[in-house]
T-cell receptor
Framework: DTGVSQDPRHKITKRGQNVTFRCDPI?????LYWYRQTLGQGPEFLTY????????KSRLLSDRFSAERPKGSFSTLEIQRTEQGDSAMYLC?????????????FGPGTRLTVL | AQSVTQLDSHVSVSEGTPVLLRCNYS??????LFWYVQHPNKGLQLLLK??????LVKGINGFEAEFKKSETSFHLTKPSAHMSDAAEYFC????????????FGTGTRLTVIP
């Protein structure tokens, strides 16, 4: 399967712990996006990379959140000192760079539960 | 700024009857619009997209949508619902700046009654 993959699929943690998620985009896709989806809502943009450069961050991305894409391939999203409000589905998507209107291909998501 | 409004949070239809999921958009630019579907425990899948070509867009699984600029609408339709169509549907508008970020509606849950 050459789609977007995410690991882990589920994560349960206690409040105050740190968690890290991984996303492997489709090969040769320059752009990688992170979204957060809470129950009953549509996904909300968090941040995106073009190759290894993080070009935009949403106001939703507090100081406790950090994302990296060190070699322009896979990406990690870390949440420090988790809070119950961080419980959500974290989605990763990738797309080739180009003009607007390009489809984003989504992974299955990582569901985070903070107890 | 870009945004979409999905007018119905839940739509219920009988199998074999038409489906209509409503979406209105707001955009400062000529928008790129999408419909994505999300089945339980599966990733988001693109149904169709509009990018300023033909106003009637055909997608996968018999879905289509019509872009109406005068009404700022992009409603999703299907002539005959199938049980496998039961899912969450999202209307999406694309950021027209270089980032190409997606702005999702709140979703419409489609239930298909046998």
């Amino acid at each position: 399967d050459t789609g977007v993959s995410q690991d882990p699929r589920h994560k349960i943690t206690k409040r105050g712990q740190n968690v890290t998620f991984r996303c492997d985009p489709i090969s040769e896709h320059n752009r990688l996006y992170w979204y957060r989806q809470t129950l009953g809502q549509g996904p909300e943009f968090l941040t995106y990379f073009q190759n290894e450069a993080q070009l935009e961050k949403s106001r939703l991305l507090s100081d406790r959140f950090s994302a990296e894409r060190p070699k322009g391939s896979f990406s990690t999203l870390e949440i420090q000192r988790t809070e119950q409000g961080d419980s959500a589905m974290y989605l990763c998507a990738s797309s080739p760079v180009g003009t607007s209107g390009r489809e984003q291909f989504f992974g299955p998501g990582t569901r985070l539960t903070v107890l | 700024a870009q945004s979409v409004t999905q007018l119905d949070s839940h739509v219920s239809v009988s199998e074999g009857t038409p489906v209509l999921l409503r979406c209105n958009y707001s955009s400062s630019y000529s928008p790129s619009l999408f419909w994505y579907v999300q089945h339980p425990n599966k990733g988001l899948q693109l149904l169709l997209k509009y990018t300023s070509a033909a106003t009637l867009v055909k997608g996968i699984n018999g879905f289509e949508a019509e872009f109406k600029k005068s009404e700022t609408s992009f409603h999703l339709t299907k002539p005959s619902a199938h049980m496998s169509d039961a899912a969450e549907y999202f209307c999406v508008v694309s950021d027209q700046t270089g980032a190409n970020n997606l702005f999702f509606g709140t979703g419409t849950r489609l239930t298909v009654i046998p």
